[in-house]
């Protein structure tokens, strides 16, 4: 079986403030960075896929390959991964977060680094693929990163059998997909910007136990499916982004800051998506 690794980063040991995870290149927009804190994390980021590689390998996997998943996935240190993957980075990805979902053989998906949904108390650095974007609903009920990759991946008929990250993106996706999912929480959030966490290395050992687990179990998993037509419905911070994803065909204004569509499957929601926010990622004083 080969298994693909989603790795985002906000939800890795150690990492509680946007400096961690933000690109240097981001100053350059007024928001604070800081060369150091990120390195570090990155370097956290890494050893933390290395061990879920590990624990995959040691599971009975024929193949592991990661994707960078966080921001513009150029986070991911290269020369430091295990040598048995191989790794894809960069943007624009057609599949964004589960690039190469849609590969031969691909049998089960990994979330490391992965983080709550936009507004969870207590949850570090929450959010649901923008700063921007409220909520995201899908047949009423509200969602993260977790479910939308989930539903993406579904429709390539691949489950999602292992998370790692605080612990309300583990409650989350567990309760979205079920216990099949292996969790790993390595730090209890206290706020936005504050958590108790786990000894990193504590984590990795962790990380490597779950993930060689839930590939011994991943043949009994079964991929989480968009219901067809499902009413997918996103909430926007402001009414300008509404206006501008309304223009995506198919998509209609149904309140001041929300758009609702009819997704066929995952792959059409999945696009759709993407589109929406790309039209709605725009200067808010042009
Ligand atoms: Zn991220």
């Not at 290269?78 to 894809?88: A, G, H, I, K, T």
Request: glycine share 12%; charged share 20%; aromatic share 6%.
């Amino acid at each position: 079986m080969k298994v693909l690794i989603s790795a985002d980063m906000e939800g890795t040991c150690g990492v509680v403030s946007w400096v961690h995870v933000m690109p240097p290149e981001y100053g350059d927009g007024g928001e604070p960075t800081n060369q150091t804190e990120y390195e570090r994390a990155r370097a956290r980021m890494t050893a933390e896929v290395n061990a879920a590689v590990e624990g995959a390998y040691a599971g009975g996997a024929d193949e592991v390959i990661v994707n960078d998943s966080h921001d513009g996935m150029r986070n991911l240190l290269p020369d430091e991964l295990d040598r048995r993957v191989r790794f894809v980075s960069g943007n624009d990805k057609p599949l964004g977060m589960v690039q190469g979902v849609d590969l031969d053989g691909v049998g089960c998906l990994f979330y490391t680094g992965y983080h709550a949904k936009a507004g969870t108390p207590a949850a570090p650095l929450a959010h649901t693929w923008s700063g921007w974007l409220n909520d995201v609903r899908l047949d009423g009920v509200s969602t993260g990163e977790f479910g939308i990759n989930a539903a993406v991946a579904g429709a390539y008929g691949v489950p999602v059998v292992f998370v790692c990250g605080d612990d309300k993106a583990v409650a989350q996706t567990q309760g979205m997909l079920g216990a099949q999912v292996v969790g790993v929480a390595v730090k209890e959030g206290i706020s936005t910007f504050a958590a108790l966490h786990l000894h990193p290395a504590r984590a990795r050992e962790l990380i490597r136990d779950g993930a060689e687990r839930a590939v011994r179990d991943a043949s009994a998993a079964t991929p989480w499916t968009l219901p067809a037509g499902c009413r997918v419905e996103l909430d926007f911070d402001h009414q300008a982004r509404a206006d501008q994803a309304a223009f995506v065909p198919g998509v209609e204004r149904v309140g001041e800051r929300t758009i609702a569509w009819e997704a066929a499957d995952g792959k059409a929601f999945g696009r759709t998506f993407r589109a929406v926010m790309k039209a709605a990622s725009i200067r808010m004083s042009p």
